[in-house]
């Protein structure tokens, strides 16, 4: 190689990075969907932070002469049963989906990081205890495994927490025992060893770090699924208890006067559809954008 031909050469390079880079930075612009999904999504958050500010009425104010009223200037989004605002009610049930499923699905990848790494480094019988477990966890539907453990916890916001987050552990765990096998089969965990490094210091530096990151990509798609089956749970009169404002028991009460008051069940299902999409394309997106095993496959 020439002295004329290294900088051409670096200069090659410098493109390619600095094209890398406009990539990155373009992801809204190469992703139209997915950006409009996060602004939705950031517009639920910002309800849900703001809630007193932004709410017309109190949640919970009953009136006997609103009762049933229609869209109109005065409530925009109608009133229910009692009188209460729906528009209020939707913005407040913000701030209690997104508080359990945020939560939940926390509880649950924590859950899922400790019971995966233990399945993938354990050996023998232990190992087969650990996999009967995560497999006794996905035998049941997130749905019905709620069901069963509010049964057993009772009712209440911090009941359908605990409830949702256990449901979620098995799902974590089998991912996170997934990536634990295929960190183990690398040479620098051999080399680790060799090095005499003892277990727990090969987990802390070198396992861990490369588990995290994809389990934090899957916390960004199970918020969606967290959120529908609290909502679930609450339309089935077992979850979040009245008067809090659930968008859930908020479809619930308003499914006996569909037929001549439809926007007392519509709206907040309206709101709990909108979320939900929105928070599977900004999870999908996510997911495209930064898992690993993706960006391999390509």
């Known amino acids: 190689m020439t002295v004329t031909d290294m900088p051409a050469s670096g200069a090659v ?19 139209p969907f997915f950006t409009m999904a996060l602004l939705v999504t950031l517009a639920f958050v910002a309800c849900a932070l703001f809630a007193p500010w932004l709410a017309p009425y109190d949640p ?11 869209p109109s200037a005065t409530h925009l989004l109608g009133t229910d049963s009692f009188g209460k605002d729906i528009l209020s009610r939707i913005i407040f ?3 209690t989906a997104l508080l359990i499923g945020l939560v939940s699905v926390v509880l649950g990848a924590i859950g899922g990081l400790v019971l995966g ?3 993938g480094l354990a050996t023998g019988w232990l190992q087969w205890a650990l996999l009967r477990l995560i497999d006794s966890i996905l035998a049941l539907p997130s749905l019905i495994l709620a069901v069963a453990l509010i049964a057993i916890l009772g009712q209440g916001v911090d009941k359908v927490i605990l409830a949702v987050g256990f449901s979620l552990i098995g799902p974590f765990a089998r991912t996170v025992r997934s990536d634990v096998l295929q960190v183990k089969a690398q040479l620098f965990i051999e080399a680790a060893g060799l090095m005499g490094l003892s277990q727990m210091t090969i987990v802390r530096r070198h396992i861990l770090p490369n588990v995290v990151f994809p389990l934090m990509v899957q916390v960004t798609i199970r918020v969606s699924e967290a959120i529908l089956v609290s909502s ?9 208890t009245p008067p809090t404002p659930d968008w859930g028991l908020m479809i619930a009460e308003g499914r006996g006067f569909v037929s001549f008051a439809a926007w ?5 299902g309206m709101a709990l559809a909108l979320l939900l999409i929105a928070l599977a394309i900004v999870g999908d997106g996510v997911r495209e954008e930064f898992d690993p095993k993706l960006k391999r496959a390509r």
């Open 13 to 31: 390079a410098t493109g390619g990075g600095t094209a890398a880079s406009v990539r990155r930075r373009s992801i809204f612009l190469r992703r």
């Open 93 to 95: 049930g913000a701030r």
């Open 264 to 268: 007392m069940s519509g709206m907040p």
């Open 117 to 119: 790494v233990a399945a």
């Open 60 to 70: 919970l104010a009953q009136s006997i002469e609103a009762m049933m009223m229609p």
């Open 232 to 240: 679930s749970l609450s339309f089935l009169g077992i979850g979040v």
